[in-house]
């Protein structure tokens, strides 16, 4: 993962702004070149310059500034503000940046945003600002009735490959990225995310790397000294978990369509030894195409069920199949191995379904998250393989025994209150966060 320096330009100076609001403004420098220079020498790999002026003007202001800065650096530069024409997307390539941020063209004339992919291809990326979930055009300066996740399944036929994603409530905060919302573009196939918006510590660049994102722009965090440059760096380059190894991706899915096995294995019995009531707020975490997500949903009219998976096939999958069946009350979003896009304790109930065999070593770690994520008193249904069943499904020696998952789940701090056999082949557990209890992540 890419850590990318911003520079934000206003009146020839370096600033940075409170939320989007151009009247907090603080002011860093008044020689945007040497702080370019600066962040080269510790090592950034590309930098993040806006042109704040020229994104309320409606065209490039700082042009001059932008080009020495261009001229100056051995690193890319991808530059934002104020590009709403081929021309001066045109122009601020001529000025040496590597990539044009378009923002407010890909709201209001998303044709200008298509004809530029197809004369700068992979040159152009589009910045999606939100407020509330909702974009922001113009500088910020103008809330639109558009949903950030609405502007990006639209960009998907535009032939743009990468969005950068700013939390505008975050931004300048230091109180963290909106990791929910970075979460739900990444379910969407086909983009890369670059996040901005109140990244301010280790912690929020490690959750961003291992969600999987490809960059990570950091404003005042540099500036105040709160967060160092090299040290950054250092967590975006090291070396994510390796990812689970779903040797059973085809399985998972012949799990869907084989008749045979939903009759073995059918979610509405599953649904039956669960404690569910209609205003719940359900995971389903490593949810494949929504084998039991979409008919949970169904039985949570007035919930919501968040489905959650690491692969964005899966989810677009789970995406078609819910427009399809117009089930609304569903929360799709990118996940990591352990990582989750999650609030703690903001859960009634989770669900997982042949997950802890395919991380068997970092069941245990996954489990204590899990645990996390619940309310107290919420609960956490676990489906998996009988270790000693034969025919189809993971080797023996992947799977994990019911008496191995209700030892990790006690060791978490959770409580078995129920067992049952699904056949042959499946076993079934419900475990309960303690009320008073104090499960961390």
Known sequence: MEIIPAIDLRGGKCVRLYQGDFSQEMVFSDDPVAVARRWAELGAPRLHIVDLDGARAGHLIHGEVIGNIARAMK???????GLRSLEAVAEVLSLGAERAVLGTAAVEEPKLVKKACQKFGERVVVGIDARDGMVAARGWEKQTSMSALELAERLGGMGVKSIVSTD????????????????????????????????????HVARL??????????GR??????????????????????PPH??????????????????????????????????QRVADIGCGPGYFSLPLARRLPQGQVVALDVQPEMLARLRERAKRARIKNIDIMKCGEVEFPLELGGLDGMLLTFVLHEMKERAEEFLKIAAALLKPGGWLAIVEWVKAS??????????????ETEALAEKVGLKVVREEGLGDKYYFLLAHRPTGGDSRR
């Not at 690193?75 to 503000?81: A, E, F, N, R």
């Not at 990225?177 to 990444?186: C, K, N, S, T, V």
């Open 221 to 242: 965090a540099l500036y105040t000294g709160q967060l160092d440059l090299k040290e950054a760096i250092a967590v975006a380059s090291r070396p994510m978990p390796p």
């Open 75 to 81: 690193i890319p530069l991808q530059v934002g503000g």
């Open 209 to 218: 790397r291992d969600l999987g994102v490809e960059g990570a722009i950091l």
């Open 246 to 279: 779903h040797r059973f991706d085809v399985r998972r899915l012949s799990l869907l369509e084989d008749v045979t096995r939903r009759r073995e294995l059918n979610p509405e019995k599953v649904f039956d030894l669960l404690p569910l009531e209609p205003q």
């Open 390 to 403: 034969t025919g189809d499904g993971p080797p023996r020696a992947d799977r994990l025994s019911q008496e």
């Open 168 to 203: 505008i409530a975050q931004d300048g905060t230091l109180a963290g990225p909106g990791f929910q919302d970075i979460a739900r573009l990444l379910a969407l196939p086909g983009f890369s995310v670059i996040a901005s918006g109140g990244i301010s510590t280790l912690e």
